[in-house]
């Protein structure tokens, strides 16, 4: 599949479990991003990576954990997760670091923690 | 503070008519601003970019820095364009900022 490819589509996790989200671009893009979006609420940047080294951080809680092994993957790995934490989890990848050029988006993980 | 806003949540047009999603932002620097659309069931995408000067699916946006604004426009709706449109600000380095998003609901 080209594009950006996020697995799993659907996650339901408890508030012990240990789970990661999965993101994958094979669009040779230099800069991947993770976003949460919340009902009602714009979309929130949580990480940045670009040329897997991670240049933004936006106040992200500890208990979200990212990790990019190389540039066409990007994992969020999740632990001890508040029901409010709750989102559509989107993955993006841009051609440059700027991302000057928009964004090409994945189709998310809805997650929903009980 | 750098912001995006959306003043529409809804916005309702019937088929044939013009259509003007707004957008305004707040940002000291030299402004990059995008719009993306996501349809039912599809994902986020990359609908224009303000620096391309483009027209896309005949929608066109104008920058416009004296009212900091960039609002989507198009002459003419049609039902396909019944989506949620999202404007976004590129601030510089690796940030973008995305407006709450208004939804276009195009009636026959």
């Known amino acids: 599949e080209t594009g950006v490819t996020q697995t799993p589509r659907h996650l339901v996790m408890g508030m012990t479990n240990k789970k990661s989200l999965k993101c994958e671009q094979h669009l040779g893009h230099n800069a991947m991003y993770w976003y949460k979006q919340s009902a009602k609420k714009p979309l929130e940047l949580m990480f940045v990576?670009?040329?897997?080294?991670?240049?933004e951080n936006n106040s992200v809680p500890s208990r979200f954990s990212p990790e990019c092994p190389n540039s066409s993957h990007l994992f969020l790995h999740l632990h001890t997760l508040q029901p409010e934490d709750s989102a559509l989890y989107l993955c993006?990848?841009?051609?440059?670091?700027?991302?000057?050029?928009?964004?090409?988006f994945g189709s998310g993980t809805r997650l929903t923690v009980v | 503070a750098q912001r995006v806003t959306q003043p529409e949540k809804l916005l309702s047009v019937f088929k044939g008519a013009p259509v003007e999603l707004k957008c305004n932002y707040s940002?000291?620097?030299?402004?990059?601003l995008f719009w993306y659309v996501q349809y039912s069931r599809q994902r986020l995408q990359l609908l224009l970019r303000?620096?391309s000067r483009e027209s896309i699916k005949g929608f066109t946006a104008d920058l416009n820095k004296g009212e900091t604004s960039f609002h989507l426009k198009k002459p003419f709706a049609q039902e396909e364009d019944s989506a949620m449109y999202y404007c976004a600000l590129h601030t510089g380095g690796f940030k973008t900022i995305f407006g709450a998003g208004t939804r276009l609901f195009v009636k026959a």
């Open positions: 303000h620096i």
């Open positions: 993006a990848s841009s051609q440059e670091p700027t991302g000057n050029y928009g964004y090409t």
């Open positions: 940002y000291s620097g030299s402004p990059e």
């Open positions: 990576y670009s040329l897997e080294e991670r240049v």
